[in-house]
């Protein structure tokens, strides 16, 4: 067993000029535990087998040492890839092209999903190197329009994965049909049963490097837990949203239809969100993950299998909205955030069903018992206009304000002051809930493994802005009944904007908010009462739902 090396430059380790170039203009400066450790070993020609997490810069390890030794003029595919999903594929094969362009190689991803055309015009122009998923590789042996007989180097990436994923026959067809005197590279978060035995039929007396300590998690990484009834997870993310604001973060469901009822009912809270599943065509999984990259979408909900091989840079966040079944899916969920050495934040929705799930995931992956308090709707509240008062303050800095300016002060001198800018917040609160405050949400009682005890709390009726009290009605307030609920999947931002919207009101005119399954309890200004019931009965949504209002009676 080979231990890990210390950390050099990439000059010292051995490699062309040309890829040390190449690395400097990506701004790679230095290498990682894994990179430095088997690039070495790959490039004296060893079989290696490393167990490292997801994030520590493998693909660099693997791909580096086998572009060294590649020429332009070599003729057949001399590297071959393996991976589990398209999404990887297509990540190592950017990561060849970008690294080998400046020597001449050619390029190729084989992945289902995609057109064959574009693939087979690619591979009859001649290429060094193929990056490809199982089934579609098999696919092209067997058209006669992928030869590997002339492979010098097997990479096989993710290998718990690939496994897991139901490919071991067409991978063990795949080896097969690759030469006995190549070099073969196994990388794998995991190593079980299954993979030392395909271990011992790929590779020829290997070195194996040892990076990850079983399924423990990353040392960058701090798992937080937040215990809440299973009916109350949804207003639960939505406050931690508020209160994390995370730059760029993953969110676990554990089945398609969960991703795209979280989506919905995030994009109707005004967050920039997409999801991933199973039932999406790749090009729209595609665009999606862009649209991710580029930072268009903030968050993005998705299944496990789905998520496999997804590789983003600056991840902060991981969400289990659902608690994974198992240690080995917990920490694949966990290595999106916190890759090459960055810090990352990891929170989970504790329901009391998940407490045996989450008591064994702390004991296989060691985690520390982090359980911390649901941020409520007081705290939600100050955070968002915390992060609107630094809004203000940039923009005021930044911008050039013209004839607006003039107009301002204008009606400063003409209005009392404080009237205009709360008239105006409430503009601001009544179109886009950017100071609406969160959910008041209940907690069960506390798990007896180093949770801080928390009082038990009767229940309240959740909405925005405000507690929300459903068995009394606000003083002033008539209280109205709207045909949309729960099983609509209503949430109460968007129920506030659609009525702000067609009613043309303002947003303090609206009081408490209480969601049922098939209607929902909305307290609004008396003065405005009938105008709102007017405006909204009979409206249609942008989702095509009817809409039916009526007075309901007061409790």
Known sequence: MVTTNSPSSFADLGLRPELVESLTALGFAQPTDVQASAIPLVLNGRDLMVQSRTGSGKTLAFALPTLHYLSP???????????????????????????????????????????YGDQLRGLRQGVQVVVGTPGRLLDHMDRGSLDLSGVETFVLDEADEILDMGFQEDLEKLMKALPSDRQTVMFSATLSEEIERIARAALRNPERL??????????????????????????AMVNLLHT?????????????????????????????????NGNLPQATRSATLESFRRHQITLLVATDVAA?????????????????????????????????????????????ADRPKVRGLMRDAKLTADFRPIPQAEEVKKRLRQVFFEDMVYRIDAAEFGDLGEFARELLENLDPTAVVTALLQDVEGSTGRLAGGYEIAVPRAMSMEAPERPVREKPARGVGRERTPKSQETG????????????????????????????????????????????LVDVRSDVADHVMKQLNGAVDDRGRKWFVTQADAQ
């Not at 003029?73 to 990887?88: F, I, M, N, Q, S």
């Not at 990540?91 to 050619?106: C, D, F, M, N, T």
């Not at 496999?308 to 969920?333: K, L, Q, S």
Request: glycine fraction near 10%; aromatic fraction near 8%; include cysteine.
């Open 73 to 115: 003029d070599a003729r057949g595919v001399k590297v071959l890839v393996v991976a589990p999903t398209r999404e990887l594929a297509n990540q190592v094969a950017a990561v060849y092209a970008k690294l080998g362009r400046s020597q001449g190689l050619k390029v190729v991803t084989l992945t289902g999903g995609m057109p």
């Open 210 to 235: 040892k990076l990850s300590k079983g399924m423990e998690a990353s040392t960058t990484l701090t798992h937080a837990f937040y215990e809440v009834h299973k009916d109350s997870k949804y207003e």
């Open 244 to 276: 994390e604001r995370p730059p760029l973060a993953m969110v676990f469901c554990h089945t398609k239809a969960d991703t795209e009822d979280l989506w919905r009912k995030l994009s109707d809270e005004g967050f920039k969100v997409g999801y991933l």
């Open 308 to 352: 496999r091989g997804i590789d983003v840079r600056g991840i902060t966040h991981v969400f289990n909205y659902d608690i994974p079944r198992g240690v080995e899916t917990y920490i694949h969920r966990s290595g999106r955030t916190g890759r090459a050495g960055h810090e990352g934040l990891v929170l989970n929705l504790v329901t009391p």
């Open 477 to 520: 307030m008539c209280r109205l009944r709207f045909s949309v609920g729960k099983a609509d999947r209503m949430v109460p931002g968007y129920l506030v904007r659609m009525i702000c919207d067609r009613a043309k009101i303002k947003g303090d005119a609206i009081g408490s908010i209480t969601l049922q399954p098939r209607y929902s």
